[in-house]
C-alpha cells in the first residue's frame, strides 16, 4: 500500500522523535499535576490530545506501515502490563483506561487502512483528540442539562460542544484538501458529526 508521503527523517529518528513527544507530554503532564495548574480531568484529555498530535505525525515519519505496528504493539503492551499491575502512566492519575489501551492499536489499524489518503487518516485522530476533549471541557464546566447513558452521565452541553468542533474536524480537512465541494463538505461534516456525537 503506498505511503501519503516520503518520510521526512531516517527511521532512527523517527522512531526517537516520537518517543520523545511521548516522553514530552508525560513530563507535562506530571509537571501540571504536580503544580496543580489543571484538573486531573484537564490533565487527562491533555494527554489525549497530545497522544493523537504525535499520532497525526506518523504518516510522515514512517514510510510503511511496520514501524507503526511494532510501535503500537510495544505502547499497547506496557499499558496493559501497568494496567495488571495498578501501575499509572503519569503519577496522579488513574491507572490505564481501556479506551487509552486500545488507542494505540487503533491508530495502527487506522495507518494500515488510510495510509495513501491522509484526510481519512486525520480525521478520526482529530475527533479524538479535539472533540473528545472539547466535550469534556464543556460538560464539566458548563454542563447544566444532564442525560443518562449506559456509559454514565453526559450533559447535552458537552454533546454539543463534541459535535461542533466534530463538525469543524471533518468539514476544513474535506474543504482544504479533497475535491469535495462545499457544499457536499457541508452535509459529509455535519452527518459525521451527528452520529459522531450519538456514538
Keep these: 500500500m503506498p505511503d501519503p508521503t516520503p518520510a521526512l527523517l531516517p527511521l532512527p529518528a523517527s522512531l526517537a522523535l516520537v518517543a520523545a513527544l511521548l516522553a514530552l507530554a508525560r513530563a507535562a503532564a506530571r509537571a501540571a499535576l504536580r503544580h496543580r495548574v489543571a484538573s486531573r480531568n484537564a490533565v487527562r ?9 504525535v499520532a497525526l505525525t506518523l504518516p510522515w515519519l514512517f514510510d510503511g506501515p511496520a514501524p507503526v505496528v511494532v510501535l503500537s504493539v510495544l505502547l499497547t503492551s506496557a499499558l496493559v502490563l501497568a494496567r495488571r499491575r495498578q501501575v499509572v502512566a503519569v503519577p496522579g ?19 494500515v487502512l488510510t495510509a495513501d489518503q491522509p484526510v481519512l487518516y486525520a480525521i478520526p485522530l482529530l475527533l479524538v483528540g479535539l472533540a473528545g476533549p472539547a466535550a469534556s471541557f464543556a460538560g ?60
Design 93 to 111: 492519575l488513574d491507572t490505564p483506561s481501556t479506551g487509552s489501551v486500545a488507542f494505540p492499536l487503533s491508530v495502527a489499524a487506522l495507518y
Design 45 to 53: 484529555r491533555g494527554v489525549q490530545a497530545a497522544a493523537s498530535a
Design 140 to 199: 464539566t464546566r458548563r454542563g447544566r442539562t444532564p442525560f443518562a447513558t449506559v456509559d454514565g452521565t453526559k450533559s447535552r452541553e458537552g454533546s454539543l460542544a463534541f459535535a461542533a468542533v466534530a463538525f469543524v474536524c471533518v468539514h476544513v480537512p474535506l474543504l482544504l484538501f479533497t475535491p469535495v465541494g462545499r457544499g457536499e463538505s457541508l452535509v459529509i461534516a455535519a452527518i459525521v458529526a451527528v452520529l459522531a456525537t450519538a456514538l
